[in-house]
């Protein structure tokens, strides 16, 4: 729950929006704010205060404790221009929440904590069970002290600026070990539990079997993923809670399922009573991964038959290829989720004057693989590669990445071992039609005209086939030194359908800083002036200049209509 609480009108307007976005997670804190913010600052985990940031700090210094239980306090101005976070920037999530605030109240977030505010994330903000020094090896990190990374499980990881060797050492593991000094053990989720148990099985039993399979075969129950079981079973309270008190999900599986798994030791026992010769191995085993604890059953002291059994299997860690659109250029055009996932990749992949746009943006630690312009089936295969090896990969691409890009070429190549994000970008055809004016009003489509991978025959029948239907075309790839034909026999076509006057936009380096753009007529394009920079948008019938503008129309009863 975050705690809100103001002193002025201004104050409660912006908490009331506030409020009015996070219904469910937000309590407003009424009445005089010294004694709102000491029960709000019991009460939640998180505060965001509509007051001066040194009020804040006077009211909440004699309640601090520490780290690790104080919440996480933000304080907006009366301005509503700054949302900064004050206290628990990591541990009690502040730096997340001012950033989450200003979103919603349009203001800047501001954080010091200095992790983050080089850009490097906190050991302890990777989303990973962390042990030992976190502290002194973040500071080391930061310092640009050398930090060694052991990675004993392959994990995608956002980028650490870390060397072979160091005095410092983070080590991803799921083995059962104590941190030694100047070390954090990262504890990725790569182990899962397979459970079986018959109806009634103690909690106790079933967790003292998880527990002691794990400890006896040395890997930590920091790295436990989840529990899985047949569907048969989850209803079993014994395995519901031991799940509950793991602090994992409970995964279950159909006994149809389960028994197409191949197993090191099947049994008539669960055939007969759930339909398939094995639950802990088979459920553990579904997703893929290395057996590294057999079926084993639970023991009781009073030497009654087992009620559990249980298997551990390692799964391999899931590279993750995000493909990212760029956008036309202009810095602002490039999403706030683009930006995200270049900065959550530890390998970035792309054409070198893309990478040229974004490189600010990118951590400390990024490894970049750049290359020049063709060498797109190698660019797909380098990503693909990377993220196989269970890295995070941001592919990159301008406009949309999806667009005439590498998105279709890296999917192409991708099997299903690795996670897929796409983030969508600002296409051509888009960033062109804005400056333009409204030209893509009606029914449109983008039609390439390089014919280094399309016959031209091709080509040349879609444009056709749009020049029929009078669909408004945007030309991409118009024309290059070595393809100059091209555009004028297209626009050729389209004169056979379409008036001489037809309105055309040319748009050159849609926001970037030497953008220009200019509206002619069909008649009056001279293809000259256009090259590989440049986007031609080609209006239908009923497209019209207007105050210099170029608008196609919704529709012929369009004025009547709501807009
Ligand atoms: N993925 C890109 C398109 C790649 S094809 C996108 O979604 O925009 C390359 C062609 O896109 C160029 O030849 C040009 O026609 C067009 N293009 C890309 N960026 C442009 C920009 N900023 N201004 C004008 N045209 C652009």
């Given at each position: ?7 002025t ?8 929006r506030?409020?009015?976005a ?19 600052f ?11 940031t ?25 301005g509503?221009?700054?949302?900064v976070s ?9 730096n ?10 349009g ?10 505010a ?6 302890d ?13 973040s500071?080391?990190?930061l310092?640009?002290?050398a ?6 499980v392959a ?12 005095r410092?050492?983070?080590r991803?593991t799921?083995?059962l ?14 182990l899962?539990v ?8 103690p ?9 002691g399979a794990?400890?006896?075969a040395?890997?930590?129950?920091a ?13 079993e309270?014994?395995i519901?809670?031991?799940?509950r008190?793991l ?12 028994a ?23 459920a ?14 639970s023991?009781?002291?009073d ?11 390692r ?7 995000a ?6 250029g202009a ?35 990024t490894?970049?693989?750049?290359s020049?312009?063709g060498?797109?089936?190698e ?7 990377e ?11 301008s ?16 099997s ?5 994000v ?5 296409t051509?055809?888009?960033a ?8 893509l009003g009606?029914?449109?489509v983008?039609?390439?005209?390089s014919?280094?991978?399309t ?10 086939a ?8 945007t ?18 076509i389209l ?8 309105p055309?936009?040319?748009v ?14 069909l008649?009056?394009?001279?293809p000259?002036t ?22 196609t129309p ?10």
């Amino acid at each position: 729950m975050i705690g809100l609480i103001s002193a002025t009108a201004a104050g409660a307007a912006a908490r009331d929006r506030l409020a009015a976005a996070w219904p469910d997670r937000t309590r407003v804190y009424e009445g005089p704010v010294g004694d709102a913010v000491r029960a709000a600052f019991a009460q939640c985990e998180q505060l965001v205060c509509f007051l001066a940031t040194g009020a804040v700090v006077r009211l909440v210094a004699p309640l601090l404790a520490g780290k690790a239980s104080d919440p996480g306090v933000v304080c907006v101005d009366e301005g509503g221009r700054f949302a900064v976070s004050l206290l628990g920037g990591h541990g009690g999530g502040a730096n997340g929440l001012a950033r989450a605030v200003a979103e919603v109240l349009g203001a800047e977030p501001v954080v010091t904590t200095a992790t983050d505010a080089v850009g490097l994330s906190g050991l302890d903000t990777l989303g990973l069970p962390a042990e030992g020094d976190v502290a002194a090896v973040s500071r080391a990190l930061l310092d640009g002290e050398a930090v060694a990374l052991r990675a004993e499980v392959a994990w995608p990881l956002p980028p650490l600026p870390v060397t072979d060797e160091g005095r410092y050492t983070i080590r991803l593991t799921d083995r059962l070990t104590e941190p030694a000094e100047r070390e954090v053990l990262l504890r990725p989720p790569t182990l899962v539990v397979g459970v079986g148990a018959s109806k009634g099985a103690p909690v106790e039993e079933v967790l003292a079997l998880v527990e002691g399979a794990l400890r006896e075969a040395g890997l930590s129950a920091a790295s436990l993923a989840e529990l899985a079981t047949v569907d048969a079973k989850a209803g079993e309270q014994g395995i519901v809670e031991a799940a509950r008190r793991l602090g994992v999900p409970l995964v279950t599986y159909g006994a149809g399922e389960l028994a197409r798994v191949e197993v090191p030791n099947p049994s008539d026992a669960p055939l007969g009573a759930v339909g398939t010769p094995s639950v802990a191995e088979a459920a553990a085993l579904l997703g893929g991964g290395e057996l590294l604890v057999p079926k084993r059953k639970s023991e009781r002291a009073d030497g009654r038959p087992a009620m559990a059994t249980c298997a551990v299997v390692r799964r391999p860690g899931r590279g993750r290829l995000a493909v990212v659109g760029l956008g036309p250029g202009a810095r602002d055009l490039l999403t706030p989720r683009a930006k995200a996932e270049l900065r959550r990749a530890s390998v970035l992949v792309g054409l070198d004057q893309y990478v040229d746009q974004i490189r600010d943006l990118l951590r400390p630690g990024t490894r970049v693989l750049e290359s020049g312009l063709g060498a797109e089936e190698e660019r797909a295969r380098t990503a693909v590669a990377e993220a196989r090896r269970g890295r995070a990969v941001a592919l990159i691409g301008s406009g949309d990445a999806g667009v005439y890009a590498m998105a279709s070429p890296a999917l192409a190549e991708a099997s299903d071992d690795i996670d897929v994000v796409g983030v969508p970008g600002v296409t051509a055809a888009l960033a062109a039609g804005a400056i333009l004016g409204a030209p893509l009003g009606h029914d449109h489509v983008s039609i390439s005209l390089s014919d280094l991978h399309t016959p031209w025959e091709v080509i040349e029948r879609r444009v056709r086939a749009a020049a029929e239907a009078d669909i408004v075309v945007t030309f991409y790839n118009p024309r290059s030194r070595g393809r100059d034909w091209q555009l004028p026999k297209a626009l050729a076509i389209l004169a056979e359908h379409r008036e001489p006057t037809t309105p055309v936009g040319v748009v050159r380096n849609a926001s970037r800083a030497d953008e220009s753009s200019r509206l002619t007529t069909l008649a009056a394009l001279d293809p000259a002036t256009v090259d590989m920079m440049t986007v031609v948008t080609v209006g239908n019938t009923a497209t019209r200049e207007i105050a210099g503008r170029m608008v196609t129309p919704r529709g012929y009863r369009w004025q009547e209509e709501p807009q």
